[in-house]
T-cell receptor, first 116, second 108 residues
C-alpha cells in the first residue's frame, strides 16, 4: 500500500532532550516536506527536500533540523526541544513539483508532540 | 507563490450543495489549482486539481473561469462527514504552501 509513515505518533518529552521524528514513504517520491499545525495558524512548512541531499527552509525552520540521505526517509530532528514546539507535525511527499499533478502531496498520519 | 484568499468558515445543512470560492489574482501561467480536505488530527487529503474550465471526480467539481483568477470547489449534497477544513492552493513548479483554509460545518 502506498503510504507515508511517521513515528512516533505521540510523544511527550521534556525541554532540551533531543528527539527525532521519522518519516518514510514507499512511493519513490522526490519531494518531501515537514509541516507543523497549531490551532488558528493552519499548516506551516518547516523544511522541505526536493531530492536526496537537497533540503531547504520553509516558513518556520528555527529549532529544527532535517536530513535526506535516502530518497524514502526524511527525519525531523529537534536538537533541544522547547515548549513552543508543542504541536501536531505532518510529513508529506509528492512525486515532484515540476509536473502537472506531480505536486499532489500525500500526508502521513501526524505526530502529536508535547514538550514539557 | 500565488497568494490565495478563501472564506474562513462556512455552514451548510445536510443534503445541500456547497460552493467554496478561492481568489488567486496573481496566478501564473504554469500554475495549477489544487484543493485539499483535512479532518481533525489527520493529514490533508487531496480532493481535486485543475488548470482551467471544469474538472469533476467522484468527490467534487472544480470550476475555473477563463481568467483563472478564482476557482470554486463544489461539493454536491454534503453530509455530516464532509465537516472539515478545505484548503485551496496554487502552485506550478514550486512547493505547495497551505494557508488557513475554510472550515466547513455541516449541520443536520
Amino acid at each position: 500500500e502506498a503510504q507515508v509513515t511517521q513515528n512516533p505518533r505521540y510523544l511527550i518529552t521534556v525541554t532540551g532532550k533531543k528527539l527525532t521524528v521519522t518519516c518514510s514513504q514507499n512511493m519513490n517520491h522526490e519531494y518531501m516536506s515537514w509541516y507543523r499545525q497549531d490551532p488558528g495558524l493552519g499548516l506551516r512548512q518547516i523544511y522541505y527536500s526536493m531530492n536526496v541531499e537537497a533540503t531547504d527552509k520553509g516558513d518556520v525552520p528555527e529549532g529544527y533540523k532535517v536530513s535526506r540521505k535516502e530518497k524514502r526517509n526524511f527525519p525531523l530532528i529537534l536538537e533541544s526541544p522547547s515548549p513552543n514546539q508543542t504541536s501536531l507535525y505532518f510529513c508529506a511527499s509528492s512525486l515532484n513539483t515540476g509536473l502537472a499533478g506531480g505536486n499532489t502531496q500525500y500526508f502521513g498520519p501526524g505526530t502529536r508532540l508535547t514538550v514539557l | 507563490l500565488a497568494k490565495t484568499t478563501q472564506p474562513i468558515s462556512m455552514d451548510s445543512y445536510e443534503g445541500q450543495e456547497v460552493n467554496i470560492t478561492c481568489s488567486h489574482n496573481n496566478i501564473a501561467t504554469n500554475d495549477y489549482i489544487t484543493w485539499y480536505q483535512q479532518f481533525p488530527s489527520q493529514g490533508p487529503r487531496f480532493i481535486i486539481q485543475g488548470y482551467k474550465t471544469k474538472v469533476t471526480n467522484e468527490v467534487a467539481s472544480l470550476f475555473i473561469p477563463a481568467d483563472r483568477k478564482s476557482s470554486t470547489l463544489s461539493l454536491p449534497r454534503v453530509s455530516l462527514s464532509d465537516t472539515a477544513v478545505y484548503y485551496c492552493l496554487v502552485s506550478g513548479n514550486t512547493p505547495l504552501v497551505f494557508g488557513k483554509g475554510t472550515r466547513l460545518s455541516v449541520i443536520a
